[in-house]
């Protein structure tokens, strides 16, 4: 008889456990960011690799839009066109030939996703100065990486004004050497960082800076977990793993409502975009809570104050007017209507030690009653501007540059 009740809770786990096994499994096909043991190493697909050689890798950055190039990405009103030109930058239509006044350094928000070559902000910008200002920005860049391209391009190409320009989860990519590690699924996102030796910046190479490399990046992996923030903060903490109801339990909320939308979505015909996008606006507002906490992390703030202060140097050695804007996404603006404003102080900050050009986009937007016209998505791909919203960011910097 003791046996039996003894069995009788075994099975009854066994049978949970291997019920959570198979929704697991099954939840992270179809959503990347619900992670499991064989995703420390994942296996890289072949295809998607040959294409990300051909037209993305870069072994000093780790990735870089590449000259001539052309795509295509949704945006607010449907399929968006975007090219580079031969230098690597984005096409300027209308300005390419005219003097260039102004160079711009940085991610995704200086790039422009999600709209057309004539509807980014540096072209609207061009036409209220009447000048060519070229487009540096790469997506998924932190400001370390934006940096190191503009020490590479400058060189080439000198302007009198550069503008650095970047989201403030930059404070996250700047303790990342594994985007994979931040942003699963993100595989191929190896890429060089700063670190602190005796509070002076050091440059760690991207370890996997030679295509060969990407074969056997596993014997890579000692190094990249111990310069990478997130492996053990984040990554790690979040792969679920037998017992699956307990690492389920470790974070309930946001495993739950992962699987609980995932599963509901499933069953659903002609979802509308609000509810499609439930399971990534777990996501976002997870890293969003993560950049908040960093810049409460007094090593964090430094090394992101020090790589400010290289960008202050570099505008010195290389004689040009640096100007520095945090490019807020959606999600941030809403928050700091809500509550407070986490990355004012930072600001304040770099203003007051090294008297740095900083144009304020934040307090502008905030202004704003109706994000939505300004944004591009509802945070999806990390809330871009619209074409509206780049005309808002033109005549916001135009007014504060006056040159």
């Not at 030939?97 to 350094?105: E, L």
């Not at 190896?190 to 440059?203: E, G």
């Not at 996008?277 to 906490?293: A, D, H, S, V, Y």
């Amino acid at each position: 008889m003791e046996i039996y009740y003894l069995i009788i809770p075994i099975i009854c786990f066994c049978v949970i456990e291997t019920i959570l096994m198979k929704i697991i499994f099954f939840v992270r096909e179809k959503f990347q960011w619900l992670i499991i043991n064989k995703d420390e190493k994942p296996d890289f697909n072949k295809e998607g690799l040959k294409k990300f050689f051909e037209h993305g890798y870069d072994s000093e950055l780790g990735w870089i839009r590449k000259p001539n190039t052309t795509h295509t990405e949704m945006g607010e009103n449907g399929e968006t066109f975007w090219t580079t030109n031969q230098k690597g930058a984005r096409t300027n239509p209308s300005f390419e030939g005219k003097k260039a006044k102004i160079s711009c350094f940085g991610d995704s928000f200086t790039f422009c996703r999600q709209v057309n070559d004539d509807e980014t902000w540096e072209y609207f910008l061009s036409s209220l100065t009447n000048s060519n200002i070229e487009n540096f920005g790469v997506g998924n860049y932190g400001i370390d990486q934006a940096i190191l391209r503009l020490k590479r391009e400058f060189k080439k190409d000198e302007t009198e004004n550069v503008i650095l320009a970047v989201v403030p989860d930059t404070i996250s990519r700047i303790v990342s050497v594994w985007k994979h590690y931040y942003e699963y699924g993100n595989t191929f996102g190896f890429k060089p960082r700063f670190v602190l030796n005796n509070s002076n910046l050091k440059l760690i190479d991207n370890p996997i800076n030679d295509i060969s490399k990407f074969e056997d990046y596993q014997k890579f992996l000692p190094f990249i977990r111990k310069y990478d923030f997130f492996y053990k903060n984040k990554f790690k903490r979040e792969i679920l793993k037998f017992p699956f109801s307990i690492s389920i339990l470790k974070n309930i909320k946001r495993n739950f409502g992962i699987i609980y939308w995932i599963l509901k979505l499933r069953k659903l015909i002609n979802i509308p975009k609000e509810i499609s996008w439930k399971p990534m606006k777990i996501i976002m507002g997870i890293n969003l809570k993560w950049r908040i906490k960093l810049y409460k992390d007094e090593k964090t703030v430094f090394l992101l104050e020090k790589i400010i202060e290289e960008y202050v140097n570099l505008s010195k050695r290389n004689n040009f007017n640096g100007y520095f804007v945090f490019l807020p996404q959606k999600d941030d603006i809403l928050f700091i209507k809500k509550n407070f404003h986490f990355y004012e102080e930072f600001t304040n900050k770099i203003i007051k030690n090294y008297n740095l050009k900083v144009l304020d986009v934040t307090n502008e937007l905030l202004k704003e009653d109706n994000l939505d016209e300004l944004y591009s998505d509802n945070n999806e791909y990390g809330g871009h501007f619209s074409k509206k919203g780049n005309e808002k960011i033109a005549q916001i910097l135009y007014k504060q540059l006056m040159i």
